[in-house]
């Protein structure tokens, strides 16, 4: 008996140590989108009985909890179930099916709806990098950036090229006009300082995207207890500590400071997330590219925002 189980135990093992290569944080590029996006998925317990998962986004822009994992012959396989039925439909949402092969250290995917006859999305992954930089007080100010000169959209250019383009420029106000594009800025940044200036009006819903990565949700929500969705929260991941929401139709502000993965965020005054952990990326992302330098996105797809500032000020050694 013993020696029966010694062999079975050598048959498994080297089948769970492959398995495992596909644990760990995997940042991804969709191929093929007409508007430029990244995912972002953490497995943990591939290659045992136990394995667990999250997965930015497959609906609601939210973090979602994967449901089934499995790897067969060699292929990673995983599913997500949305959670309640369509607008009309009474019946569960059909389940996203991730499929995926480690090749040379990446990952190599498709994505496709359960019962859909058309063809699976494509998406590869690299591994999300090892990001060493803390806001320890050692970061010195260069030189602010105004990324809005308040007369036009100069430095600004649209996220989505088949969308209608409706942003524009009145009394040194930057508005949009949904449905529209989110708007991305043409340079990119590091670590920096941020100081915007924003409004909104009833049942607004926006956000800012940072390296183009990173939102920071604008939402409409004075007086609301804070959650993962409310305004200045990292969205989906980290709630503010309170809710510094001012009512409609009020100039709010937003001071950002981000180092590496340490983000802060003061909103109207208030710091509402200190020096917090930024695990990977939000459903805002158009990149996948954690290590680089990225550009900001300011959402303009969901509803009104209405921006009057917006000055960078980059943190060097």
């Given at each position: ?10 048959t ?12 760990g ?6 191929v ?5 996006r990244?995912?972002w ?33 060699g292929?990673?396989?995983f ?5 309640g039925?369509?607008a ?6 059909a389940?996203?099916i ?12 498709t ?14 992954a ?28 100069t ?21 949009n ?11 990119s ?17 926006s ?24 305004a200045?929260?990292l969205?989906?991941?980290?709630a ?20 590496g993965r ?14 917090v952990e ?11 590219d ?7 996105i300011?959402?303009?797809d ?12 980059p943190l060097?050694?």
């Amino acid at each position: 008996m013993r020696t029966l189980l010694g062999v079975l135990l050598l048959t498994v093992c080297p089948a769970f140590s492959a398995d495992s290569g596909f644990n760990g944080r995997w940042d991804i590029t969709t191929v093929g989108e007409g508007r430029p996006r990244a995912w972002w998925v953490e497995l943990t317990g591939v290659g045992t009985p136990s394995p667990s998962g999250k997965f930015v986004s497959a609906y609601a822009g939210d973090m979602n909890v994967i449901d089934k994992i499995s790897v067969e012959n060699g292929e990673l396989v995983f599913a997500i179930v949305p959670k309640g039925g369509g607008a009309k439909a009474k019946q569960p949402q059909a389940a996203r099916i991730y499929r995926a092969q480690l090749v040379d250290g990446k990952l190599d995917g498709t994505v496709a709806v359960e019962g859909q006859t058309r063809p699976p999305t494509k998406w590869k992954a690299v591994r999300a990098p090892v990001i060493n930089e803390k806001d320890d007080g050692t970061w010195k100010e260069g030189k602010p950036v105004a990324l809005f000169n308040g007369k036009d959209l100069t430095g600004w250019k649209a996220l989505n090229s088949s969308a209608e383009m409706k942003w524009s420029v009145k009394d040194g106000v930057l508005r949009n006009e949904p449905p529209t594009t989110d708007i991305v800025s043409e340079r990119s940044f590091w670590n920096y300082k941020l100081h915007a200036d924003f409004r909104i009006v009833e049942h607004s819903n926006s956000g800012i995207g940072l390296r183009g990565r990173y939102e920071i949700q604008i939402l409409e929500d004075y007086g609301k207890p804070p959650n993962t969705h409310s305004a200045a929260a990292l969205y989906s991941r980290i709630a503010p500590s309170v809710n510094a929401s001012k009512p409609v139709g009020e100039w709010q502000s937003y001071d950002i400071r981000l180092v590496g993965r340490q983000l802060t965020v003061v909103h109207n005054g208030i710091k509402v997330l200190d020096k917090v952990e930024i695990e990977g990326l939000t459903a805002i992302a158009d990149n996948a590219d954690e290590g680089e330098p990225g550009p900001f996105i300011v959402q303009g797809d969901h509803s009104y925002v209405e921006i009057k500032s917006f000055v960078v000020t980059p943190l060097m050694h």
